[in-house]
């Protein structure tokens, strides 16, 4: 198949959209600015035997999960998803693929009204997905990670664990057969939710001092905002929302649930720090969302409150560098 045959069916997937002037298939997509707005934009790559392997996620989910990872961060600072450009380089494994993977790609879209509007595509020796996402944000009301102010709750949406437990069950051999629980994580470990829906809520009916979505885990992204910040926060294990599949696995591993919880990569949940006075609002939002943890005065850092017994969780994560 020639690259202009595939080029040409991968326009399909272009949905048109008021914002997009011009789409795929010339130099470069044209996108109108609004007034009062700032663009946002990010980048995210997706690649074979780093971020996914073939017997865990097939061709579709590879797509869709590596679109919520883009969109999250576009989520994570209250701001609105406009267009989406990918780029592929694919190997022989993948090329009759690429529609179940731009399939997974645009069911995402499609759930936010969110253009495919170009991207490249290439040979190579393994499949790895580039996607950038384009963005808007009211000025001066970008959601930073470096604003958790001294007395602020943290509190986070959905719940984490399930992505590392379902992991953690495929190292140890465990995910073959039938079984709930390992049914229950493997829904969050292929395909995970970007909280627009909720973000959108919660940015307009309670007051946000900072956010950073959960990509890397709780401990290490946590201590992403705990460093720009230069504060430090707390959270308490008994407070953690937690699945009874990852607590199932816990106790069959014979370990503390709030061990993969915290260490649980590609949740995208949102992590908020929002002032104390803001309690009751939250709980009135009706949304999945649980306070964790405060944060106070003292040395930049994460810790988690387990008992009697004050844990550093900075480290606990995925470090794309860590040797």
Avoid at 71 to 81: E, N, R, T
């Amino acid at each position: 198949m020639r690259e202009d045959e595939i080029l040409k069916n991968i326009f399909k997937f272009y949905k048109p959209n008021p914002r997009v002037i011009l789409g795929p298939g010339d130099d470069c997509a044209i996108i109108s600015e609004m007034v009062n707005k700032n663009l946002i934009i990010t980048t995210d790559a997706f690649v074979e035997n780093i971020h996914f392997k073939y017997d865990l996620l097939s061709f579709y989910e590879i797509g869709y999960k590596s679109a919520v990872a883009v969109l999250s961060d576009i989520c994570a600072m209250g701001g609105s998803p406009i267009a989406i450009l990918v780029s592929l380089n694919i190997n022989q494994k993948s090329i009759n693929k690429i529609d179940e993977i731009y399939k997974g790609i645009s069911d995402v879209c499609d759930k936010f009204c969110i253009s495919i509007v170009g991207g490249n595509i290439e040979k190579y020796d393994r499949l790895e997905l580039h996607l950038t996402a384009i963005g808007e944000v009211k000025r001066e009301k970008a959601l930073l990670r470096s604003n958790a102010k001294i007395g602020d709750l943290i509190a986070i949406t959905g719940d984490i664990g399930r992505s590392r437990g379902y992991f953690i069950a495929y190292e140890k051999n465990l995910i073959s057969g039938v079984k709930w629980w390992i049914n229950e994580m493997r829904e969050k470990f292929a395909r995970p939710i970007v909280r627009f829906e909720e973000m959108n809520k919660i940015i307009n009916n309670i007051n946000v001092n900072a956010c950073i979505d959960i990509s890397d885990g709780l401990g290490i992204d946590g201590y992403r905002m705990a460093q720009l910040s230069e504060v430090q926060i707390i959270i308490y294990a008994n407070k953690l929302p937690i699945k009874d599949s990852v607590k199932f696995l816990s106790k069959k591993l014979e370990i503390k649930d709030w061990f993969i919880a915290v260490e649980s990569g590609e949740e995208y949940e949102l992590l908020l720090s929002i002032p104390r006075e803001e309690e009751e609002k939250i709980t009135k939002l009706n949304l999945p969302i649980t306070i964790i943890g405060e944060v106070i005065e003292d040395k930049p850092g994460i810790y988690i409150i387990d008992g009697d017994l004050k844990i550093d969780i900075s480290k606990r994560g995925y470090d794309a560098f860590a040797i």
